[in-house]
Structure formats: C-alpha cells, structure tokens
C-alpha cells in the first residue's frame, strides 16, 4: 500500500473529517501537524500546501488536497471497505450529500462558529434557520445510527456538523436528532476528537 501522511491542522473541521475516513478504510497512516494559530506555522503551511490549506494526503509520490477528493481517493484504495454504498442510487445521493456539506450551510458555519472547548447553549441564529431545517430534512432520511445503515463516508462529513450543533445545545428532533445522537456516540468520532482536542495540538508544539 504503501505510506500515508496527512497534513492536518488544529481545529480545522475538514482535517477531522479526512482524519474520520482514514480511521474507517483500516490503513495505517501517519500525521503531520500544523498549529494554524502560530503566524510562523502558517507562513511554513503556506509554502507547502497545494492550495495553501490542510488537510492534504501524500501516498508514494501522489498528492491529494481537498477533504472531499482525499475520501474519494480513500475509496478507491480500499473499496472493499465500502465507504460508499454498494448500490448506484445510494452512492450517488451519497456522493450528493457530501457535495452539498461541502458546499453549503455558510450561515451556519458562520454564525456557528466550530470549537473544541466546552459545549454552550444558544439560540439557532434566524438566519441560520433555513439550513437547520435542511439538515432536519436530511438527517430524518437516516435508516438508523449510519446514514445507509453502515458507517461510511457521508456518516464522517456530517460527524463533524452534529458535533458543531450540539456545542451550541442545537438538538435536532425525531429521527434527524436520533442520528446526531449516534454521530456523536460514534467511536471512530470520538477518538478523532480526542486527536483534534489533544495530541494534534500537541504534535504542533514538539515541531515548533
């Protein structure tokens, strides 16, 4: 298979959710860190990534920048993990879902700032509220604690969302508020919390 590494920074959402994939394909890879709050980490960040952010995965000579094409190149890796589904329909509107996180829900990531310290309670913006209705409308299509069933891609990108509501004390209702709840009781999320909330921050003050 060959070596790993993905270039991760503190508190970025995007290295969390390429972090997430990694952890559900089974491959071994290693971390580089980047401190996004230190002004010399981000000159060197600069000079070293293809578009000048994280994450981004080096594998024996090839490079992959962008969260949503470094799960795409997961996939390919390792398809018998099936971090896609296995039916065309669902991997389309998987595929589609993604897209759209990736994309979309600029009020929220606005006017809901992500962060890693204790959870808070606030009202859901006004403007925001258009979009929470969206995630309810998605989120509610969920057959169960994953999105088709078993956990996979779309489970990981949407991860980081239920996370970022309920530090606000955002709990969806029904079934959408079901699978939040699942997201955020996932293993595989939790230990990427803890690298998140711990060791990245960590890693970043050993190469300073």
Known sequence: MGSLVLTVGTGSTWAMRAAL??????????EQVFDLEDAKDLQRLKR???????????????RVHDSLAIAEYIHELCPDRQLYPASQAERALARS?????????????????????APTR?????????ELARLQT?????????YFGEAGILDAFYAVMAYRLAS????????AGAYQQALLAWPLWQQTLVKARLQWPAAARQLQ
């Open 138 to 146: 998605i989120w509610s299509q969920a057959r169960g604690p994953f």
């Open 168 to 175: 606000y004390g955002i709990q969806l209702p029904g079934q």
């Open 21 to 30: 994939v990694l952890a559900m394909s089974g491959l071994e890879w290693q």
């Open 48 to 62: 070293l990534a293809p578009a000048g952010l994280v994450p981004w995965l080096d594998h024996d000579g090839v």
């Open 122 to 130: 606030s009202e859901p913006p006004v403007e925001a509220i258009g």
């Open 97 to 117: 879902l993604c897209a759209e996180l990736h994309a979309g829900f600029r009020q929220i990531r606005t006017l809901l700032p992500f962060f890693l310290g």
